[in-house]
């Protein structure tokens, strides 16, 4: 099973691994990587041999964790749940920061989900006014995986 929780010892290898992976790009391309290389880099399956040219190449990627937010994070979880699979391939985390279901009408609604949902309020959030993300109920899931 794949670590979830970040140690030094996890972070510290995570670090590491990229680095030896963005070196070998560099050495490869003869140039300088830009933040997009770099964190292309950091991400591919062989960084050693396989195609990055521009435009062109179909990377082979090795994400080490997934990290959704919202809507996007809960479509992704039903569709993984239609193909059967028991479990991710690598440790993956939704975070949902407004949990507010229409139903009725966007004031009533927000008032409900307040009573539905305790958590950490705003004074902007109580109000019937558009609060800031952060300022609303979280809630996360993370999924632990199989190693590879």
Avoid at 111 to 131: I, K, M, N, V
Wanted: hydrophobic content about 40%; proline content about 7%; some cysteine.
């Amino acid at each position: 099973m794949i670590a979830i929780d970040p140690t030094p010892e996890t972070v510290a290898a995570l670090y590491a691994g990229m680095e030896r992976k963005q070196s070998a790009l560099r050495r490869r391309l003869g140039t300088p990587l830009s933040l997009a290389d770099k964190v292309l880099a950091g991400h591919l399956d062989d960084p050693e041999h396989g195609a990055f040219e521009a435009g062109q190449a179909q990377l082979r990627l090795r994400p080490d964790r997934v990290v959704f937010q919202d809507v996007l994070g809960q479509s992704a979880l039903l569709q993984f749940m239609q193909t059967g699979r028991a479990r991710v391939a690598i440790p993956t985390t939704i975070h949902c920061d407004h949990l507010i279901q229409a139903r009725t009408g966007a004031a009533p609604d927000l008032a409900a989900s307040l009573d539905e949902s305790p958590g950490p309020r705003s004074t902007a959030a109580a109000s019937g006014s558009r609060a800031p993300a952060s300022s609303t109920r979280s809630c996360s899931r993370t999924t632990r995986s199989r190693a590879r």
